[in-house]
């Protein structure tokens, strides 16, 4: 949260931006601009792309409310955005709280999908071409962030529903670092990806996903210690009974 400023609060949640999203939004208008041939649909653009993101991140914290957790903060920065959710230690709402981000996606898709047709149907390809390609552009993009964020690495939602169906097998220890492992893995992978394609962004990705691997493995050891600690304390309040002597 260093670096980020409070922008608007809703329904409780209060919504903050890291001053980098100003840099590379900066960037990425530029280079999007080339796409238009009026450059303001490229801030749109970007906007849009943000305004996806948003929502994607509320459909995270309202699930975590209604599973009874605490959700009031969501971060926007270059990388997306985080929603700092904390559900109740069950799996059925930790799952919850996981999957209604991407769910969010999945009933934009049909929306984006009809205005899209319809745009087409009505030919703005040609009379207004600006509008009609920033339309499609937001399609593919909210297309694009549902496949990204089910890729089965952990942080990534789709790393995090493989924690949580784990959840119901394992325990919330075992899960959790069973989704620590595979997201050291796709650190790995994204880092090789980064380096053959000589792409920032993908080695910025691979930092952060190894980062929060990272997170998650400690987590899952404080877990873990606290769990024996509990035992122990168990152990000493409730001593086993000493046998009576027969007489």
Known sequence: MKGAF???????????????????????????AGRYRNPIWAAFEYLALFAIVLAHEFGHAFACRQTGGQADTVLLWPLGGIAFVKPPPRPGAYLWSIAAGPLVNVML????TFFAFTLVGLHWKTVHPDFYKFVVTVFFMNGFLLFF????????????????????????????????????????????????SRS???????????????????????????????V????????????????
């Open 6 to 32: 409070p922008i608007f609060r809703l329904a409780g949640i209060r919504v903050y931006l890291h001053f980098t999203w100003f840099i590379v939004a900066a960037l990425e208008v530029v280079r999007f």
């Open 109 to 112: 898709f049909p929306i984006f």
């Open 149 to 196: 964020n089910l890729i089965p690495i952990y942080p990534l939602d789709g790393g995090q529903i493989v924690r949580g169906l784990l959840w119901f097998k394992v325990g919330p220890i075992r899960s959790l670092k069973a989704a620590s492992i595979i997201g050291f893995a796709g650190a790995i992978l994204f880092a090789l990806w980064a380096i053959a």
């Open 200 to 230: 920032i962004w993908l080695g910025i990705l691979a930092f952060f996903i190894f980062a929060q691997a990272q997170v998650g493995w400690r987590a899952a050891q404080n877990l873990a210690l606290e769990s024996e600690e509990a």
């Open 232 to 247: 122990r304390r168990d152990a000493a309040l409730s001593p086993l009974p000493t046998p009576q002597q027969q007489p």
